[in-house]
């Protein structure tokens, strides 16, 4: 589920597009707001997939050595413990997720050897070995490797993370997020469940796709607005010299502060500071954290930003 500053790191990305672009088309830019979102969802259903093609190789492996000419002792009685780990089984047998999968054309066949690869490199990793050499079985067990497999190899995987990019430019700052999703999923599996339960992208629809288009609209509306204030307590700024992303973090947090009656103000102050660590210059941090203060305290002093309920302002 995403949270609310991923939501806000949604809304930068397409303003920091809008504000360059200058055809203001601003029905276009929210309808790339919200396709940046299916997309997100998108990633979760691809490495879900990209688990359960971990099983697909592995019993390809198996049939391989079967039909070998000459085949081994290994290859005639081959170690299926990967093959039946029971949450991995629940995903690669889940109508449901195969249903969504199909439905929203979410498939490697673009990229074939892509997980191909990937098996191959998790079957040499220390973990993998540990796990097939065991005699350890059930459900726990199962889940607990799984999870190390996913975490410590699949998702941080360089070839995993060159295809994302080639895929979308909207999932360049999804991954921690999405994985987070797909390890919630995992740990949510269910030994005895006639079939697995996919996570919704919202915690609450409504609430956080208002918060969202809210902050959007009203940043790109009131910009002029906006714009005068920071020039206004930016006494020793000109506009012109503030960089392109200081500039759109600084209306998010305006829009923010003077529209969501419901979100602290504290909250507002501290998300932008650090969304400029991430996204700005080593300096950006401070110059905004030392120019929103300013900001947020005239405003209040104008009874230009009101909160409901106690404790929100400060």
Known sequence: MLNRRQLRIKVLQILYAYYQNEDKDLPAFEQQLMFSIDKSYEMYLYLLLLVVDMQKHAIEKIEAGLQKRLPTKEDLHPNAKFVTNGPLRALANSKLLSRTLEAAGVTFSDNPDLTKSLFKQ???????????ASSERGYEHDRTYLLKFFKKYLINSEDLHDYFEEKSIFWNDDLDIIASMTIKTIKGLEEDASDITLLPLWRDEDDEKGFMLNLFRNTCLKADEFSKIIDENAANWDNDRIAIIDMVLLQMALAEATSMETVP???????????????STPKSNGFINGLLDQIFSTLNENSKIKKVGRGLIE
Do not use: A, G, H
Request: glycine share 0%; no cysteine.
């Open 122 to 132: 998790l079957t040499e990793t220390e973990e993998y070995i540990e796990y097939m």
């Open 265 to 279: 103000l504290k909250v507002t102050m501290n998300e932008y500071i650090e969304l400029s660590k991430y996204y």
